[in-house]
């Protein structure tokens, strides 16, 4: 990412710690690469992954639309001039009562994976376009949805059935990878799987028409990730493999590689201390501020000193294990993924914690141990 004005923004403000910042310019030159790659209608960006409204209004400005899973973010794009027919409903799992305030206010297009939920669409928003989303089995990301969500390609064509029959518009097939998703070829078994859900389909005379292939672009944290070029040539090969005839419209729900690269968090060292052998360092920033994505070590954020991209070579470093601030035993980052940081850190240095834009502030609690989520400024 290029943070040169996040880095002057926090030099001349010099905000309390911790802070996320995020530059929005960043966000609106991902969301163009994705549709220069998937097509100008293809982008439906994950409200989820950060919701703040300079970010929405970036992804408008790149002719992007938008990937929600609740009334309340159908309202945060809708109050930055989104209009309802560039949302799409992307979670299958919805209230009666949250179809019906989508329906209302212009949403069309949802993503189902079971019978009940196709009849409640059925009836509170009539006529809409469903896709059906799939059951994948891929290799495995660095944040996979186990069993929660989709179904089995048999299930996939009856409910498709069942839509036309209720008067729904049969449009589509979802799947999804996982997130932070580093193998390229992860797609070919939903590409697979939804061109024969089609073929199915085609003998009733039900042609869907749109293939979402859902988010898991993946970023590169401390270990390099594939480029988007890389995702978009093993995913064109793939649907020329399986849709010889021509692929249908493709729609993309990318969130980590939206805004990741754009955001970075600053935070400061709040104790360093001893403990059994080993330097333990604690930030005011941990798994309930802001660090969500660290469970399980899950995500490997790169820490650099405040406003630097590196070390200094000459700089004597030692293994750490890397804690927040709460005193929840679990509010534990990095334990067993081998960091290293300066011997001379001390309580009141800065570090920054880069390509943090992403399930940052959106996951970061309201208020446990008393500590405000965590405080944003994006830079239109």
């Not at 799939?134 to 064509?157: E, H, I, N, Y």
Request: aromatic share 8%; with cysteine.
């Amino acid at each position: 990412m290029s943070d040169t004005r996040i880095v002057h923004f926090l030099a001349e403000r010099a905000p309390a710690t911790p802070c996320l910042v995020v530059d929005s310019a960043v966000v609106r030159e991902r969301a163009r690469a994705f549709a220069a790659g998937f097509g100008e209608r293809a982008l439906r960006y994950a409200v989820k992954a950060n919701p703040e409204p300079a970010v929405l209004r970036a992804v408008l400005a790149a002719g992007g639309g938008f990937d929600v899973a609740s009334p309340a973010e159908i309202d945060a794009c809708l109050a930055e001039g989104a209009p309802g027919e560039s949302l799409s409903y992307g979670n299958p799992i919805k209230k009666a009562a949250d179809i019906a305030y989508a329906y209302a206010r212009g949403v069309r297009d949802f993503t189902t994976d079971a019978p009940a939920d196709v009849d409640q669409l059925a009836r509170f928003a009539p006529g809409a376009a469903v896709s059906v989303r799939l059951l994948v089995d891929g290799p495995a990301s660095a944040t996979p949805f186990g069993r929660k969500f989709g179904c089995p390609p048999a299930q996939a064509v009856d409910l498709l059935r069942r839509a036309r029959r209720l008067g729904l518009d049969p449009a589509g097939i979802a799947f999804h990878v996982g997130s932070q998703q580093a193998d390229v070829s992860a797609w070919e078994s939903g590409i697979a799987a939804a061109a024969k859900v089609s073929a199915e389909l085609a003998v009733d005379g039900i042609r869907p028409r749109r293939l979402n292939l859902g988010g898991g672009f993946g970023v590169s944290y401390r270990t390099p990730a594939p480029s988007l070029g890389e995702y978009t040539v093993a995913i064109s090969a793939a649907l020329r493999a399986h849709f010889p005839g021509g692929a249908p419209e493709l729609v993309v729900e990318p969130g980590r590689a939206v805004v990741a690269e754009a955001g970075l968090i600053r935070t400061e060292v709040v104790l360093v201390a001893e403990r059994a052998g080993q330097r333990w360092v604690y930030l005011d920033v941990g798994r309930y501020n802001g660090l969500a994505e660290t469970e399980n070590e899950a995500i490997p954020y790169r820490l650099v000193p405040a406003g630097s991209r590196d070390w200094p070579e000459d700089e004597p470093r030692g293994p750490v294990v890397l804690a927040g601030p709460t005193c929840d035993g679990d509010d534990v980052i990095y334990q067993r993924t081998r960091y290293e940081l300066p011997l001379s850190l001390r309580a009141g240095d800065r570090l920054d914690i880069l390509d943090a834009g992403a399930y940052t502030a959106s996951y970061s609690s309201v208020a446990f141990n008393g500590i405000e989520p965590l405080r944003t400024y994006c830079l239109d």
